[in-house]
């Protein structure tokens, strides 16, 4: 007689995208004892986080959603923030991965008690799970400029993901501050509604324009229609993607006939000395690359001024430059970006033994192949450090990661294991690995950027997606310490 399967407890850090990717394929493999911590009081993430004015995806909506619940009817290329938002609460209601989110509830500690994991909320209360899985999304924590003055500023200031939809902007006089993917779609979407846009760049950014027209009627009925045809789309944008960044990942004609491109968007700039000032001093890629519908179209409008001198402080009427020049303002934006690498933090962990996790990551954060860390057993992360996250899919890489996660909690179920970490070993040689790859790729071409953590480490992946897909599908056991049940 075949041993029954074990049902596991698990925690689930986080509701955004990968929190709920892992729900919907946990729910699929019968598991149903798992319960989702979400701090506020819906889902989605960063997509219920981000709400500015010309929020989309820039990567392409048939490749940015979940193999298992592709949405025939996005209305774009490059769907709208709000239609995201509304997808994956959808997969969430549908799946019944909703049904398991305990909303308003932050977590504050995860403490390895008696042989499993202990998860206590900021309102005290604990509860015990077999496997902890942190999805608390990498640009969840605002960055907030360190302004002279800023406290000052006599109208309405916010960051980009805190915004204040209760501020009218029209025929006021607006303050950007940041010139990243947020501020470049801000900015596209504002100019012309507000009396004067106002964009204060520090570095200039590449920026690759292009269309985003609805799609027909009869693209979409073509797409539920023929679900072959539709899977054949997403292929199709992953192959596309895949190639895009494999060619400019590495040296090579492909990268720099792929960088030549990038520049040539330039040219959409007509006044020599705007272009002057919108042109970066590092190569194309090394930073995200901004993917917009409108950018240097926006900044050429009468009505938007592009600021580059340093700004020197903030005061009640507007941003002072250092050149002396008082740039009035009623409303301020701070599109200024977030910690990419907190991961997990300000949530406190402690392992076996008492090891933190701020102490296992003392010289900057570690994961083996991006999902485990050693002397934690029994957790797994989404989007950990060296994930691919440049202009790739998220959602490929948590689909990625969530079946890695997934065949080891099987074989928790199987009494094949009873708890699994990662060996030090196999996550030096990684790193060993990694770091012997990093420095031919884009991003190491001399730049700064949320790409880079602690002590210029890159925390990207330095090959191919495809690679990261067979990586995480491949794991070693002999990479992995386990226990048996007794
Ligand atoms: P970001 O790329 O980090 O850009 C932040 C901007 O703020 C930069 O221009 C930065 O200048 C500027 N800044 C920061 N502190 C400043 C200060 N004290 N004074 C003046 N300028 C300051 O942040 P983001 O634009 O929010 O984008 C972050 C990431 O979010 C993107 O790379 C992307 O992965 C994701 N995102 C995705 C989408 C999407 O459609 N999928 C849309 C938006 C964002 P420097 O360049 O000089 O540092």
Redesign the pocket.
């Known amino acids: 007689m075949r041993t029954p399967l074990r049902q596991p407890r698990i925690a689930i850090i986080g509701a955004g995208m990968s929190g709920i990717c892992l729900g919907a394929l946990l729910t699929d493999a019968g598991i149903e004892d798992f319960t989702l911590y979400e701090k506020a009081s819906s889902a989605g993430g960063t997509w219920r986080e ?1 709400s500015y004015p010309g ?5 392409p909506s048939r490749f940015y959603q979940y193999t298992f619940a592709r949405n025939p009817d996005w209305s774009r290329p ?1 769907a709208p923030g709000a239609e995201i938002n509304a997808y994956f609460a959808k997969v969430a209601r549908d799946t019944g991965v909703h049904d398991r989110i305990q909303y308003g509830a932050e977590v504050a500690r995860i403490d390895w008690v008696d042989g499993r994991w202990s998860v206590t909320t900021t309102a005290g209360a604990s509860a015990a799970y077999d496997f902890v899985i942190s999805a608390t999304g990498i ?1 969840h924590h605002p ?1 907030y ?3 002279d003055g800023l406290d000052t500023f006599a109208g309405p200031a916010f960051h ?1 993901a805190r915004w204040d939809h209760a501020v009218p902007l029209e025929g006021r006089r607006i303050g950007v ?7 470049a ?1 801000i900015v596209t979407d504002l100019a012309g509604s507000s009396a004067e846009l106002v964009v ?4 200039p ?1 590449w920026v690759m324009q292009m269309r985003n027209p609805e799609f027909s009627r009869l693209t979409r009925w073509l797409h539920r229609r023929f679900p072959r045809y539709d899977a054949l789309t997403y292929h199709g944008s992953r192959l596309f993607i895949e190639s895009f960044s494999s060619a400019l990942l590495r040296p090579g004609l492909a990268r720099r006939f792929g960088q030549w491109l990038i520049r040539r968007q330039l040219r959409r700039i007509e006044d020599p000395t705007l272009r002057a000032r919108l042109t970066p001093d590092f190569e194309p890629m090394c ?2 690359l901004i ?1 917009s519908t409108g950018y240097y179209d926006a900044v050429q409008r009468d009505d938007v001024r592009v600021v580059t001198e340093a ?1 020197d402080q903030v005061e009640p009427t507007g941003v002072r430059t250092a050149d002396g020049v008082l740039h009035e303002c009623d409303v301020l934006v701070l ?4 910690d990419s690498h907190a991961y997990l933090r300000p949530a406190a962990m402690t392992g076996p033994g008492g090891l933190t996790l701020d102490d296992a990551w003392a010289d900057g954060p570690r994961a083996y192949r991006t999902i485990a860390v050693p002397g934690f057993p029994n957790f797994f992360m989404f989007m950990g450090p060296n994930s691919p ?1 440049g202009n790739y899919s998220l959602v490929a890489i948590a689909e990625a990661q969530a079946s890695a996660m997934l065949a080891w909690i099987e074989r928790w179920r199987r009494r094949e294991v009873d708890t699994v970490a990662p060996t030090t070993e196999a996550t030096d040689a990684f790193y060993r690995d990694v770091d012997a790859a990093m420095p031919a790729t884009v991003w190491a071409t001399g730049c ?3 790409y880079v953590g602690q002590g210029g480490r890159v925390e990207l992946f330095p090959w191919a997606p495809k690679r990261f897909r067979s990586m995480l599908a491949a794991i070693d056991d002999d990479a992995f310490e386990t226990t048996t049940p007794a």
């Open positions: 981000n929020i989309a995806c820039d990567v490059m640009l960055r400029p360190d302004l980009s501050i940041g010139t990243g993917s947020t501020g779609q204060f760049q520090r570095t950014h930073r995200r993917i700004i599109a200024t970006g977030f996250v700064t950027s949320w």
